[in-house]
Structure formats: C-alpha cells, structure tokens
C-alpha cells in the first residue's frame, strides 16, 4: 500500500533555531513530492520536488529529494514565529495525473 | 495570496439547507479539485474536474453535488449534509497533467452543519 509518513509529527523550538523535517515515502511510480505550508486556511504551496539531489531553496526555507532512499527532507534556518504552521509533504504518482499521497503533517511551534 | 477565491468563507447550514460553495481561477488552469478537511487531517480529495469535464469522483455521497460551468468556475452544490460533514472544504487548481503539476489551493471554505 503506498504511504507517506512524515516526522516529527510534531516539534516545539525557540525562535532562531534550525529544524529538519522529513518525509519518507513508499509509492509505487513516483513522480513528484511536494511540500506545503498550513497556517488556519488553507495549505500553501513551498515546493514541488521531481529530481534527486537537487536542492530547492526559498528564502531560510530548503528541501531536498533522496530517491534512492525515498525521502525528503525540509529545511528552515532561522526560525520565526510566523514559521509556525503544519507542514504536510505529499506525494503524486504516475498511475494519476491527480491524485496525492498526503502525509499526515508535522506541526511546528516556534516559541519567542 | 491565492488565486485561487473561494467564497463563502464561512458558512453554517442545517440539515435540511441547500447551498452552493464557490471557486474560481483565473490562471488559465485546466484542472479544478475539490478537497474535504477535517481537523488534524490532510486534505482529502473529492472531486476532479479536467477540462470542465468531471474525471474523478472519489466515492463520494450524492449530498454533495460539484458542476463546472466554465473553465475558470467549480461549485459546490450541497444538499441534506450531516453533521458530519462538517469540515474546511478546499478548491484547488493545476495548470493541468504532467510532470510541473503544481496544485494550488484556495483559502477554503468553513462548512459547520448543524
């Protein structure tokens, strides 16, 4: 059965501290992993991940694709308060030119 | 901000209501979803229109009635819904199928039924 289980599920830090998110799948004809941002409305898109090794990078936020060993993981540097949200990974496939995977989030608190 | 609008925002309806949920794009996308979340949970998808055409219906009840009428407009028509149902209702589009299939999603709807 194809999943995608992201850790933590979730992480309490203080303001200025790196995290690493991961997200870890097992999805038969992978085609792309994408990460969003979820605050209270609506998920916002980060990044869409199709190659391995390429590193994607907005501001203090990075992510990366292993397809060897099936994950990604999530970088944010310098944390802010506003960094605090649910960060959910999902996965698309190649059966479906629609549907996603999605993993269960990691909620992020950012303390000041 | 989004480009995806959904409007109401917010909406509470009782059991026996009828009411419509809004969505519309105006990035050229040829996909439009429609997403059901519940608290702590991923989204969950409902429905795919391509094309203006519905391509998936993810076995859901007949309570919930999507329609198309153009490329840049998705609805949600509801009807007889359950507490239950109960949830953030979320539009999404894509530019359409291939490997640069983004979703982008809209600020949602909060559907309470009582």
């Known amino acids: 059965e194809d999943k995608v289980v992201q850790s933590p599920l979730s992480l309490v830090v203080h303001e200025g501290d790196t995290v690493t998110l991961n997200c870890s799948y097992e999805v038969t004809n992978f085609r792309s992993l994408l990460w969003y941002k979820q605050e209270k409305k609506a998920p916002t898109f980060l990044f869409m991940l199709t190659s391995s090794g390429i590193e994607k990078k907005s501001g203090r936020l990075s992510s990366i694709l292993d397809k060897k060993e099936l994950f990604s993981i999530l970088n944010i540097t310098a944390t802010q308060t506003g960094d605090s949200a649910v960060y959910l990974c999902?996965?698309?496939?190649?059966?479906?030119?629609?549907?996603?995977?999605w993993g269960a989030g990691t909620k992020l608190i950012i303390k000041p | 901000d989004t480009e995806v609008t959904q409007t109401p925002k917010h909406l509470v309806m009782g059991m026996t209501n009828k009411k419509s949920l809004k969505c519309e794009q105006h990035?050229?996308?040829?996909?439009m979803y429609w997403y059901k979340q519940k608290a702590k949970k991923p989204p969950e998808l409902m429905f795919v229109?391509?094309?203006?055409?519905?391509?998936i219906n993810e076995s859901v009840p007949s309570r919930f009635s999507p329609e198309c009428p153009n490329s840049s407009l998705l609805n949600l028509h509801l009807h007889a819904l359950q507490p239950e149902d109960s949830a953030l209702y979320l539009c999404a589009s894509s530019r359409g199928t291939g490997i640069g299939n983004t979703i982008y999603f809209g600020e949602g709807s909060w559907l309470t039924v009582v």
């Open positions: 999902a996965v698309g496939y190649m059966d479906s030119n629609y549907q996603l995977i």
């Open positions: 229109y391509s094309y203006e055409k519905l391509s």
């Open positions: 990035m050229g996308h040829r996909a």
